[in-house]
């Protein structure tokens, strides 16, 4: 049996009674990091052994696990913050287990881009989630894909790029093009800033930046 257990994205108070229940049944968590998995685990009282799983090595231990899973053992996959599969590690592992036959069940449970659509304003009866842009390679073509996108857009971004990717979207999109920004969502300095790209570029040129990022883009109008 194989669980995808959502954690908080911030507040340790956002985990469910069911992933906690999960948690301490299982033989074995897989940790994007082991150390802020520790802290949570801890903060519950939850003693299990923990085992590294992250985009890093997720291939060369693929099978392994499968195998102990085939073999009859119950393990979680959590990831720093948020759903596992969700711009995170697990897409490899169920795909896998579905092939052979292993159960997988995923929790209903913390993930950042839910709160910050219902929050920024934006019509979110239909949405696409774009999750990072490529940072490189195929950034631009993705970009003018997405300039005749009705829907509204989702994105995440790092702190360091925020200032440059809002800049891009203005000569992309149009600097009057509405859109949210949520930065350390259900934390101490949590942050939703509204309104047209130029407007929310230049009240972050004017601030440090820190903390997870959230985008949302109102898509082009009909």
Not at 124 to 133: M, Y
Not at 187 to 199: A, N
């Amino acid at each position: 049996m194989l669980y995808l257990v959502p954690t908080p994205i911030g507040n340790l108070k956002d985990i469910t009674l069911r992933a906690l229940e999960v948690l301490k049944e299982v033989d074995l968590v897989l940790a994007e990091d082991t150390r802020t998995t520790s802290h949570l685990l801890n903060h519950y009282g939850i003693t299990k052994p923990l085992s590294p799983y992250h985009q890093h090595n997720e291939h060369q231990v693929l099978h392994h696990l499968v195998s102990q899973l085939l073999e009859g053992k119950k393990m979680a996959v959590v990831t720093d913050a948020g759903t596992p599969g969700i711009s995170d590690p697990a897409f490899l592992l169920v795909r896998e287990c579905i092939k052979v036959d292993v159960k997988v069940e995923c929790l209903p449970g913390a993930t950042a881009f839910v709160p910050a659509l219902v929050n920024s304003g934006i019509p979110c009866n239909r949405f696409c989630f774009e999750g990072f842009l490529p940072v490189k390679k195929g950034r631009q073509t993705m970009l003018k894909l997405l300039a005749e996108e009705e829907r509204t857009m989702i994105f995440y971004e790092s702190p360091m790029r925020l200032v440059k990717t809002l800049e891009e979207f203005i000569t992309c999109f149009g600097k009057e093009r509405q859109c949210s920004v949520s930065r350390e969502l259900t934390k101490m300095f949590e942050e939703t800033k509204r309104g047209s790209l130029e407007e929310v570029a230049d009240y972050f040129k004017a601030k440090p930046v820190k903390g997870e990022i959230v985008i949302v883009l109102a898509g082009k109008e009909k």
